[in-house]
C-alpha cells in the first residue's frame, strides 16, 4: 500500500516551539511564524484550501468563511475551550466536526480569577502603580486600605470545571461559595464546596460581596449581566470575569464603575478585544489584564497536546475526544 499522504493542517497563530515541531512531523502542516492574525479573506481562503484548521480566539470563523470552505474541510481543532468564535451551526451543517481544547487551562484560569478577586480588593495595581511612579511616601497606618476577602460571599456564575475549582481555592480563602447555574450540581460537589445554589440570578447578585463570572459566551448568557441585572449589586460589590466580555454589558459596567455604583471589577476580558473601553482605562478600581487567564507555558503545550490528539484521533478515522457538540453547551 502507498503511504498515507499527510493531510494539510493549517495554523493560524504561532503554537509553542514544541508543538509546532511535532505537528510538522505528523501532519502537512503551515504555519503562520509571523503570528500577524489573519483577516476574514485570509481565513476564507486557508478554509478553502486546507483539510483540517487549527483556529485561536483570534480567529471569527463565521458563516463567511465557511461559506467558501472546500469540501476538503472536515475538521476545525481549535486552540482554546471557548467555540464562540465558531459559527457552530454552519460547521454542522457543511458536515465540518469541531473540536476544543477542555480541561487542561482550568486550573490557570481559576488562578487567575483568585488573583484578580485579591488583585481588586486589597488594590494590588494601584500599589504597583504608586511605587513605580515614586510617589510612595513610606507607610501609613490608613494608607492603601482595601477590603479582606476572608468571610465574605463569592458569588460564581457557571459552575462547570473552572467554577469548581474558582469554588475550591476560594474555600482556602474563607470566602464562602455561592453560585447560579442552568442545573445544580451533585449533592456530594455541593457538600465537598459547601456551596450554596440559586436559581435566580437576581436573587443571587443582590447578596454577593463578589461575583465571578465563570460560564462560556453562548446566545443564552450573550450580557447575562445587562445593565438591570447590574443594579442589583451592592455598592460595595466586585466583579472579576475571566471568562468571555460578551456576557457582561460593558458600557453599563463601566458607567456604574465611574458613577462608584459598585466598588470595582477585574477584567481580564472584553467585549470588544483587544479594544479596552478607555474610560476603562482612567478608572483606579479596575484591574485590567490582556486575556492571560490560561497563559501558562505548561497549559499552552497541554492546549496544543489536545489539539495534536484530536487532529490524530479524526485522521485515523476515529470520534476525537474532545467533539463540541452544540447541545452541550
Ligand atoms: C485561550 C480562552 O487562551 O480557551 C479559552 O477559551 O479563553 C483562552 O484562555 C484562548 O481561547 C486560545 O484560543
Known amino acids: ?20 515541531t511535532r505537528m510538522m512531523e505528523l501532519f502537512n502542516c503551515r504555519l503562520n511564524l509571523e503570528d500577524k492574525p489573519m483577516s476574514q479573506a485570509e481565513l476564507a481562503a486557508a478554509a478553502k ?12 470563523i463565521d458563516a463567511g468563511v465557511l461559506a467558501g470552505a472546500g469540501p476538503k474541510l472536515r475538521l476545525i481543532a481549535s486552540f482554546g475551550t471557548g467555540v464562540d468564535h465558531i459559527d457552530l451551526k454552519t460547521a454542522r451543517q457543511r458536515g ?13 484560569t481559576a488562578d487567575m480569577t483568585m488573583a484578580l478577586i485579591l488583585a481588586v480588593s486589597r488594590r494590588l495595581a494601584e500599589g504597583e502603580r504608586l511605587v513605580r511612579a515614586g510617589a ?14 476572608w468571610g465574605k460571599r463569592l458569588g460564581i456564575i457557571g459552575m462547570g470545571r473552572i467554577g469548581s475549582a474558582v469554588a475550591r481555592r476560594a474555600k482556602g480563602f474563607g470566602l464562602s461559595v455561592h453560585y447560579h447555574n442552568r442545573r445544580r450540581v451533585h449533592e456530594d460537589v455541593e457538600q465537598e464546596l459547601e456551596a450554596t445554589y440559586w436559581e435566580s440570578l437576581d436573587q443571587m447578585l443582590s447578596r454577593m460581596d463578589i461575583v465571578s463570572i465563570n460560564c462560556p459566551h453562548t446566545p443564552a448568557t450573550y450580557h447575562l449581566l445587562s445593565a438591570r441585572r447590574l ?15 460578551e456576557v457582561v ?10 458613577a462608584s455604583e459598585i466598588a470595582g471589577a ?5 467585549e470588544h478585544e483587544p479594544a479596552v473601553n478607555p474610560k476603562l482605562l482612567k478608572l483606579d478600581n479596575v484591574v485590567l489584564l490582556p486575556h492571560m487567564g490560561s497563559a501558562t507555558i505548561e497549559g499552552r503545550i497541554a492546549m496544543g497536546e489536545k489539539v495534536i490528539i484530536n487532529i490524530k484521533t479524526f485522521v485515523d ?13
Open 1 to 20: 500500500m502507498p503511504p498515507k499522504q499527510k493531510p494539510l493542517v493549517i495554523v493560524t497563530r504561532r503554537l509553542p516551539d514544541v508543538i509546532e
Open 49 to 60: 484550501e486546507a483539510e483540517i484548521l487549527v483556529p485561536t480566539v483570534t480567529d471569527r
Open 96 to 108: 465540518i466536526t469541531v473540536t476544543n481544547t477542555p480541561g487542561v487551562l482550568t486550573e490557570d
Open 136 to 149: 510612595w511616601g513610606g507607610w501609613a497606618p490608613t494608607s492603601m486600605l482595601g477590603h479582606r476577602i
Open 231 to 245: 443594579k442589583l449589586l451592592q455598592p460595595h460589590a466586585v466583579l472579576v470575569n475571566t471568562s468571555r466580555g
Open 249 to 258: 454589558d460593558e458600557n453599563a459596567l463601566t458607567r456604574m464603575l465611574q
Open 266 to 270: 477585574g477584567l481580564d476580558v472584553f
Open 317 to 329: 478515522g476515529h470520534t476525537p475526544p474532545d467533539r463540541v457538540v452544540e447541545a452541550m453547551l
